[in-house]
Structures are given as structure tokens and as C-alpha cells.
């Protein structure tokens, strides 16, 4: 009969095994606060995404001398961008489809429907604030400035609404 020797110096001891999982738990609990960010990434990307609709529809307004807005659908958490007088949507310059954004999938919504009204100079009658809210609880605000059309981004937090 073959007896089986084992080496002693092969494999891990359980002291070692508990350090290894210990190790493991730390370093999972110090990493979780990066990956909590995602949603406050996710609703600052589509605010810069918003804002930037908001400048493509004042430019809109201003190079084709044609009233244009920006309509936002609190239902369908979704936006769009028509020629103000006849509804027209205004068409995406690169892909040439009309210019639909739809943030539901990214978590983010509104609490009522809004429009921004461009005239064909490019000005806004009344200042407009749009408050952005994702699921998970953070804030931002877009606000338009009446007369210029100026776009800021702020943080809802600092700010009293």
C-alpha cells in the first residue's frame, strides 16, 4: 500500500485565510462610497446634457431667425425641441433626426412639464428654473435667465427653492 505524505509548507493556514477575507471585507467597505457616485454622475450628465439642448435651441432660435423651444414631458421624463410657430421639430445636426432626448433610463425626471420659449433673436421672455431630480434623492437646478438665455447649472442643495 502507497502512503500519501503532505507537505507542510503547501496551502494556506486558516490564520491566513481569515487575514485574506478580512482584508477583502475592508477594502469592499471603503470602496463602496465610489461606486454610490454613479447616481449623482448620471444626473449631472444629463443636467449638461439639458443645458446644452437649452444653447443648441437659443442657437437655433438666432441662426434661422425662427421662434424655437425647448418642451420638456414630466410623464415620459423626455424633451424636445420644436420651431415655436408651426411645432416642427427641430432636427438633431448630426444624425438629422428630430431632436428627442428621453432620460427615464438614466433615472432622472421633473416635476411638472416646462417649455423654454427662444424668440427668433434668441431671447427669453421670463426666466424659467428647472428643477432635476434622479431617483435616488440628489438635485439640480437649470435656470434660464429671462432676456439673454443664460444657462446655469446649481446645485439644489445650495440653492433656496
Given at each position: 500500500m502507497k502512503r500519501t505524505t503532505y507537505d507542510l509548507e503547501s496551502g494556506m493556514t486558516l490564520v491566513e485565510a481569515v487575514v485574506v477575507v478580512t482584508l477583502l471585507g475592508v477594502l469592499s467597505v471603503a470602496a463602496a462610497p465610489l461606486f454610490s457616485g454613479a447616481d449623482r454622475v448620471a444626473l449631472w450628465r444629463a443636467s449638461r446634457g439639458l443645458a446644452s439642448d437649452l444653447r443648441f435651441a437659443q442657437e437655433h432660435a438666432?441662426?434661422?431667425?425662427?421662434?424655437?423651444?425647448?418642451?420638456?414631458?414630466?410623464?415620459?421624463?423626455?424633451?424636445?425641441?420644436?420651431?415655436?410657430?408651426?411645432?416642427?421639430?427641430?432636427?438633431?445636426?448630426?444624425?438629422?433626426?428630430?431632436?428627442?432626448?428621453?432620460?427615464?433610463?438614466?433615472?432622472?425626471?421633473?416635476?411638472?412639464?416646462?417649455?423654454?420659449?427662444?424668440?427668433?433673436?434668441g431671447t427669453v421672455a421670463t426666466a424659467v428654473a428647472i428643477p432635476l431630480q434622479h431617483e435616488s434623492g440628489d438635485r439640480l437646478v437649470i435656470d434660464v435667465a429671462a432676456e439673454s438665455g443664460f444657462v446655469v447649472i446649481e446645485d439644489d442643495a445650495e440653492a433656496t427653492r
Open positions: 438666432m441662426q434661422y431667425g425662427v421662434a424655437t423651444a425647448l418642451e420638456l414631458d414630466a410623464a415620459s421624463s423626455s424633451y424636445r425641441i420644436v420651431e415655436s410657430a408651426t411645432g416642427r421639430p427641430v432636427l438633431d445636426p448630426l444624425l438629422g433626426t428630430p431632436l428627442v432626448v428621453d432620460l427615464g433610463a438614466s433615472g432622472v425626471s421633473w416635476p411638472d412639464d416646462r417649455r423654454v420659449d427662444y424668440t427668433s433673436s
